[in-house]
């Protein structure tokens, strides 16, 4: 599905879906960046909620968002202390501000970690592990 | 108003801090707990508390069973990761102070170092499990990888620079290099050092790390008048808060929230506090603790610490005075409660002259204690 060089870490930890998380993994595997919106108040999500802490509310629905945002911050892992990054570093965690105001964990799997700079604009891209699991990565978006 | 000076943490005690103690962390909680209790006077069989850290392996009943406990009623953990000391003194001084306990001890047995080691999540991992989620699969895995998040946002927005926190490990590792228990009491730090340090997690040189250790360390609660039979000045808890969760800005650590709290238990402004121990799993937190507990304003950590004012003897606010986590041991928190009792006891390798009120976070914003010397 990517197009990118990029390679995860072999055994680097997946995501364990469990059922309050069911459906925004199954989005990602029908290609689609699901984000949680309170049906009573509007308040978007990032990891889902179980209860909305604005309203209080369990009624919730999933939004599609295109994937756009700017990093927010980030780190780069140079001593493999957890065992899956061995032979991986340096290896950079990007945390992306999205458009639509929530904070996701990811990876940027277009640019060299030195390159990461906060502010830089970036959009998601799919990549499917396995069958499974497809992950909500990014790419830096290169303005023409 | 909470303790207010009445209950005192009458007795510590600690092991030897390595590398590979070669002996059960049991057996390291028991030995600290035995020395604690020599310390405070009190016997053995007369604790009545026991409290811990979750993520500990010594259950309370099995240390009741070894000190002979006649009659266990209170006792319980306080779950998070290490990062719960000051909690653990406030629950045991409330248990005290409600009358529901009279000798509460808090103690911790870790071989940090020859068994589980924290640095590498194989305490804290939770295999992309409930919120893990959205953090392990893209490289989240240890307690550091998301503080190092945390400090990188944090240096954007205030400024403050890597060589700003090398300082910090400088100021502690001279620390350490006047107390003995010290694991580099023989080995100096400079800046240059530091800086030219391998990253770790980037931002993070090595020497912004903590130590990972083995060790035991135990404290003994009582109430203010129990405490009297020992002989010299002693350590009032004169307020004693719990924190940890906030719902606050990304940058922001749990210490903006729990703040207030501590300041207006403690019926003191921070301007008063002589001496601080400050939870330094990284050394860019302490930068960022002096800001969050109003120490100094938001941005200011940095030159303050440079300017040499958390530096023992002159500074005006000498911090992590038996070396921290950075160069003494990483006991997460107990060695800088140990070390904050000592300050008050006048018993510290690097003593603060006069030092009236004593102040000890252990985790940022997770608890903190100020304690208030008495006759």
């Given at each position: ?12 930890t997946?995501p364990?879906?469990?059922e ?41 629905q ?15 892992t ?42 830089m ?10 069958p ?6 990014f ?6 | 108003?909470?303790?207010m ?17 070669g ?28 409290l ?32 719960v ?5 406030a ?6 102070h ?64 890597s060589?700003?926190f090398?300082?910090v ?64 000045p ?8 719990q924190g ?8 922001d ?7 207030p ?19 330094d ?57 140990i ?11 690097s ?10 976070d ?12 008495g006759?």
């Amino acid at each position: 599905m990517s197009d990118y060089q990029w390679l995860r870490p072999v055994n680097l930890t997946l995501p364990d879906p469990d059922e309050d998380s069911f459906e925004f993994w199954e989005g990602l595997k029908q290609g689609r960046l699901l984000m949680q919106v309170c049906n009573i108040c509007s308040q978007m999500n990032y990891p889902p909620m179980v209860m909305c802490s604005e309203c209080g509310s369990f009624n919730f629905q999933w939004r599609e968002i295109e994937g756009g945002g700017v990093l927010y911050s980030y780190v780069v892992t140079h001593q493999p202390i957890h065992p899956s990054l061995v032979d991986y570093t340096p290896f950079l965690t990007a945390l992306i501000e999205l458009d639509e105001g929530p904070r996701i964990t990811s990876n940027i799997v277009n640019i060299q970690p030195e390159e990461a700079e906060i502010g830089m604009r970036l959009k998601l891209e799919l990549f499917e592990v396995n069958p499974q699991i497809t992950l909500p990565l990014f790419v830096r978006e290169y303005v023409s | 108003m909470a303790f207010m000076n009445a209950v005192t943490i009458a007795g510590v005690g600690e092991t030897e801090y390595s590398k590979n103690s070669g002996r059960s962390e049991l057996q390291l909680s028991l030995e600290a707990i035995n020395k604690a209790l020599q310390d405070a006077g009190i016997d053995r069989k007369e604790v009545d508390g026991l409290l811990r850290w979750s993520v500990d392996t010594s259950p309370e009943a099995t240390v009741a069973a070894n000190l002979g406990v006649e009659d266990l009623a209170w006792f319980g953990e306080i779950s998070q990761a290490g990062n719960v000391g000051a909690a653990l003194v406030a629950n045991g001084a409330a248990a005290i102070h409600a009358g529901l306990a009279s000798v509460v001890v808090i103690y911790r047995g870790v071989n940090g170092r020859s068994g589980r080691r924290y640095g590498r999540g194989d305490v804290t991992g939770r295999s992309g499990r409930g919120s893990a989620a959205y953090s392990e699969p893209f490289g989240l895995l240890t307690p550091q990888h998301g503080l190092a998040m945390t400090a990188r946002r944090r240096m954007f927005e205030t400024g403050v620079t890597s060589a700003q926190f090398g300082m910090v490990a400088v100021t502690e590792r001279g620390h350490a290099n006047r107390n003995p228990r010290a694991t580099f009491f023989d080995t100096p730090l400079t800046l240059e050092d530091h800086q030219n340090s391998r990253m770790i997690v980037d931002p993070f040189h090595l020497f912004d790390c903590c130590l990972e250790t083995d060790g035991g360390g135990a404290l003994v609660l009582t109430s203010t008048d129990r405490a009297k039979v020992r002989p010299g000045p002693s350590a009032m808890v004169r307020a004693a808060v719990q924190g940890g969760y906030s719902n606050r800005g990304f940058t922001d650590t749990a210490a903006v929230a729990l703040s207030p709290r501590l300041w207006n238990q403690a019926r003191l402004d921070p301007s008063e506090i002589n001496v601080a121990q400050i939870y330094d799993h990284f050394a860019p937190f302490v930068v960022f603790a002096l800001e969050d507990y109003g120490f100094v304003s938001r941005g200011e950590g940095g030159e303050f610490v440079s300017s040499g004012e958390i530096t023992w003897a002159n500074g005006s606010l000498p911090v992590n005075t038996s070396g921290g986590h950075l160069s003494e041991a990483y006991m997460q928190g107990m060695n800088q409660l140990i070390e904050s009792v000592r300050q008050a006891r006048d018993e510290s390798t690097s003593q603060v002259q006069d030092a009236q009120f004593s102040f000890v976070d252990t985790g940022i914003g997770t608890g903190a204690v100020i304690l208030e010397r008495g006759d």
